[in-house]
């Protein structure tokens, strides 16, 4: 279980970013992680896995603590994070040699090693571009190979952190299907976005506002009047839908069929 109990961080201490954040994610889950521009989730993300340390409180992985140095390997490999600009990502000269190299890291065999990377490089649609040069790449192909660099290492926690804001609308509905396939299987995901046509594909969102936590529950809710004032969010087809008939957003809800129920009652 990933926990964050109680964090404040700042990067500057006259400004507060994350202010007695906590929270609990169990093995398993999919987690949608949303919130306005500078409201902490780049920055929760990266406490996450240990690049940044609290300021204050804990944030624990099982029997791991980000404050122990000796824990921050293990850390790492457990808890897997894309980061928002795919250019902070490489470090080696090839697609190929990128997905390779946090698998060398992690001591895989020679066999397995390029069985995993050419597993993780098809399941991001890559598999041509393995010799390329990751400047030679547009900003989707390279969020997909950061993506396929992360998969491989087969980390207990996938965090994305705006993974799909390059990607064209076939690359993120692949990306979402992948995500569906790899959570069905018993991944656990933290995925950062702010398209809310993804926050659907959760089973939980967590809404930050202001280092806050502002919402934490299923999606359906928090598309329901109540929870939405005031908050920075564009709403799902769905909910607009529903909200321009003037019907309660029905809490989980499974949207197809019930607007597939609505059409039918005409
Ligand atoms: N390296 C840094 N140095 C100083 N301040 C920073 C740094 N990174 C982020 N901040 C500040 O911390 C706050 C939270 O930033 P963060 O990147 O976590 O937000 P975010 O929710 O990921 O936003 P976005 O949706 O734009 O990605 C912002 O006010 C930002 O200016
Ligand atoms: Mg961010």
Redesign the pocket.
């Known amino acids: 279980m990933l926990v964050f109990d109680r964090v404040d961080y700042d990067?500057?201490q006259e400004?507060p970013?994350l202010r007695q954040l906590s929270f609990g994610i169990h093995p398993g889950e999919f987690v949608a992680v949303i919130?306005?521009?500078?409201?902490?989730?780049?920055?929760?993300a990266k406490l996450m896995n240990g690049l940044l340390q609290p300021r204050k409180g804990e944030v624990r992985l099982g029997t791991l603590n980000t404050l122990n140095r000796e824990d921050l390997l293990k850390i790492r490999e457990r808890a897997g994070l894309v980061f928002?600009n795919p250019d902070d990502q490489f470090i080696t000269a090839s697609v190929l040699d990128e997905v390779v190299f946090g698998l060398e890291n992690l001591r895989v065999p020679r066999p397995e090693m390029s069985r995993r990377a050419s597993a993780a490089l098809r399941a991001v649609q890559m598999e041509a571009y393995e010799d390329a040069a990751p400047h030679q790449l547009s900003g989707g192909q390279k969020q997909r190979a950061a993506i396929a660099a992360v998969i491989a290492m087969q980390p207990d926690i996938l965090i994305l952190d705006?993974a799909t804001s390059m990607l064209d609308p076939q690359g993120r509905q692949e990306l979402l299907q992948l995500l569906r396939r790899l959570h069905r299987q018993g991944q656990t995901i933290i995925h950062i976005t702010?398209h809310m046509d993804e926050v659907l594909a959760a089973d939980r969102v967590l809404l930050?506002s202001h280092g806050e936590l502002a919402y934490d529950g299923p999606p359906a809710r928090l598309f329901s009047k109540d929870t939405i004032a005031g908050q920075p969010l564009e709403l799902p087809f769905a909910a607009r839908l529903f909200q321009a008939l003037d019907l309660e957003v029905p809490v989980q809800a499974d949207w197809k069929e019930t607007i597939e129920q609505l059409w039918a009652m005409r």
């Open positions: 990067y500057r400004k970013v919130g306005a521009n500078g409201s902490g989730k780049s920055t929760a928002q705006e702010h930050l």
